[in-house]
């Protein structure tokens, strides 16, 4: 009679870690997608906007600087880098500047991006034409790949009180590994990947 309770009371702390673990893989797996989507939805950490064309730049428009900075999640194996460090962009001008990505192993990998720009702050006043972010990218064993990102500084930018000393600007991507992401072979991925060369 006295033994019951505790064969309880361990299978209740079995099923509990067992759920929590499925909890904790989940939450992992789904943990990029989510976060950027909150960041989109919220305009959280310096997330960017986004639009179809650029207004233009007026003659006497402002300056602004643009650097560019790339990293890699822990246990991202890829190489991963601006092609250029900073542009100086009329406020309102269109820019499309690269980035570069390599995969040194022998497995295919699909990676996902984040993105941010600092200051915080500005992240309304910088509008994405287009980017490599907004979709997953596959890369081939050894393959390499440039990609663009297509964008202006909205002129609003020094209108806004809260921005209108901001001079430079950073924009800030993570690439992460999409763990358990379907690939296809080689063959199919030379064949498909259109800008990238081995």
């Known amino acids: 009679m006295t ?17 929590a673990l ?11 997608p989510l976060y950027r989507l909150f960041c989109q939805v919220t305009g959280y950490g310096g997330t960017t906007s986004t639009a179809a064309v ?35 962009a009329r406020l309102g001008e269109q820019i499309t500047v690269f980035y570069e990505a390599s995969n040194p192993t022998d497995r295919a990998i ?20 287009d980017c490599f972010c907004f979709t997953e990218q596959l890369l081939a064993p050894g393959a390499q790949v440039a ?17 209108s000393e901001v001079r430079t600007i950073t924009l800030s991507y993570t690439f992460f590994e999409m763990v358990g992401a379907e690939t296809t072979t080689n063959a199919a991925l030379e064949t498909s990947a259109g800008a990238v060369t081995n």
């Open 3 to 19: 033994g019951t309770p505790k064969f309880n009371g361990k299978r209740v702390t079995v099923l509990f870690i067992v759920f």
């Open 22 to 32: 499925t909890c904790m893989t989940a939450l992992t797996a789904g943990a990029v």
């Open 54 to 88: 650029a207004p233009g730049a007026a003659d006497d428009a402002q300056f602004v600087t643009v650097r560019f900075n790339a990293d890699t999640a822990r246990g991202m194996p890829w190489e991963f880098k601006p092609m250029r460090l900073e542009v100086k």
């Open 110 to 129: 699909t990676g996902t991006s984040t993105y941010n720009v600092t200051p915080l702050k500005v992240g309304e006043y910088f509008a994405k034409i």
């Open 147 to 163: 990609m663009p990102v297509t964008f202006f500084v909205d002129p609003e930018l020094v209108i806004d009180p809260e921005t």
